[in-house]
């Protein structure tokens, strides 16, 4: 069964920095692109960042483009999401989605990031 | 990026078809057969229905089709049940390698 499942969230002060983990399962986790999808409360869904299977290209939205950070490790099918620069816009339900060619086909149970003083 | 255009709402008796629009640009939806819809149910993570425009994965019910004509998407629900009742989201790949959702639409069951 495949699964994923983050980790890291929590409260952070306005300006501050957090790391999302996302572990996988079931699959072969090397040879899947993975994306960070966020939900504001109440909000839709906005894509975060993607990247590569083998980790060697990131994508990110442009309204995290140079705060954000993704990365992966094969080795242990871990995904991080380094967040910086923190703004109570980014409050949200963070997911880690596994990337079947053009679209998600799995998604996790998300992790809150709540950003205020 | 901007967000992809969904109504708000649509609504439909049980037993109806109803169906739900999505509109981008020549960047994303109008360039690409990469068109995927996600279903969302309150306090739960989005569920695939629809990839790449118009098919299925196995386990989802035949009463959702996809279509697209040129920048706009379209997702149809037929033979409407109450257990339709959630959130509905679009989404495309861009020109630049990202991708793109839709602003959701809210589908009430009367």
């Known amino acids: 069964e495949v699964q994923l499942v983050e980790s890291g969230g929590g409260l952070v002060q306005p300006g501050g920095s957090l790391r999302l983990s996302c572990v996988a399962s079931?699959?072969?986790?090397?040879?899947?692109?993975i994306q960070w999808v966020r939900q504001a409360p109440g909000k839709g869904l906005e894509y975060v960042s993607a990247i590569s299977d083998n980790g060697d290209r990131a994508l990110y939205g442009d309204s995290v483009k140079g705060r954000f950070t993704t990365s992966r490790d094969n080795s242990k099918n871990m995904v991080y999401l380094q967040m910086g620069s923190l703004r109570p816009e980014d409050t949200a339900v963070y997911y880690c989605a596994r990337e079947a060619d053009w679209y998600v086909d799995h998604w996790g149970q998300g992790t809150l990031v709540t950003v205020s003083s | 990026q901007s967000a992809l255009t969904q109504p708000a709402s649509v609504s439909g008796s049980p037993g109806q078809s109803i169906t739900i629009s999505c509109t981008g640009t020549?960047?994303?939806?109008?360039?690409?057969?990469?068109v995927s819809w996600y279903q969302q149910t309150p306090g739960k993570a989005p569920k695939l229905i629809i990839y790449?425009?118009?098919d299925r994965p196995s386990g989802v019910s035949d009463r959702f089709s996809g279509s697209k004509s040129g920048n706009t998407a379209s997702l149809t629900i037929s033979g409407l049940q109450a257990e339709d009742e959630a959130d509905y989201y679009c989404?495309?790949?861009?020109?630049?390698?990202?991708?793109?959702f839709g602003t959701g639409t809210k589908v009430t069951v009367l």
């Open positions: 790449e425009v118009s």
């Open positions: 989404n495309s790949y861009t020109n630049r390698g990202t991708r793109v």
């Open positions: 079931g699959f072969s986790f090397q040879f899947y692109a």
């Open positions: 020549s960047s994303d939806i109008g360039g690409y057969n990469y």
